[in-house]
């Protein structure tokens, strides 16, 4: 549990970074998050020759998987219990305690496909954990769904180019000044 909300708090405590590293390590910054605006980013920066495009999918990828197997072990460890603390939607905790039945094709189909946006990925992953996936085989799934995902947005950056990194560069001209204006509403909401 202690290593989840470590993951929590590091996604937090990068997020006034995001803007600063977008523009100017924008690799490390997708290997940092897994975060699909810095792959787009980062594709764009490789069309332009800034950076090449397989350490974008690589480090894309990796950054989408590296915290994913603590959910998994979660499920595996805590089960039903730990889906509920991850959704509140009956929905979902009854698909979850189904999981377990359903047939193992589906399940490894749905590790490929969390990675979607819309998918609760920590309740699919949990599930797999729960019915008992081998680890290994979670993930190369996991891994095989965040190749794909990153392949297409960063196709989708290194197609606009020039123009993305122009985006880019505006956010980061501006980064300093949204960053403190962020954390003076969060002081002022408090």
Known sequence: ????LGVVALGLLLRPLKPFLLASHPAALEFLTGDLTAIGAAAAFARIGEVPLWLVVIAGAAGMVKFDWLTWWAGRQ??????????????????????AELNPWILRAAVVLAVLPGVPSAVVYAMAGWARMRLVTFLLLDLAGAVLMTSLVAGLGYGLGQRAVDLVLLVDKYASLVSLTMIAVAVAMR
């Open 1 to 4: 549990m202690g290593a989840i």
């Open 78 to 99: 805590w089960g039903g219990g730990i889906i509920k603390m991850f959704t509140t939607s009956e929905r979902a905790q009854r698909f979850a305690r189904q999981a």
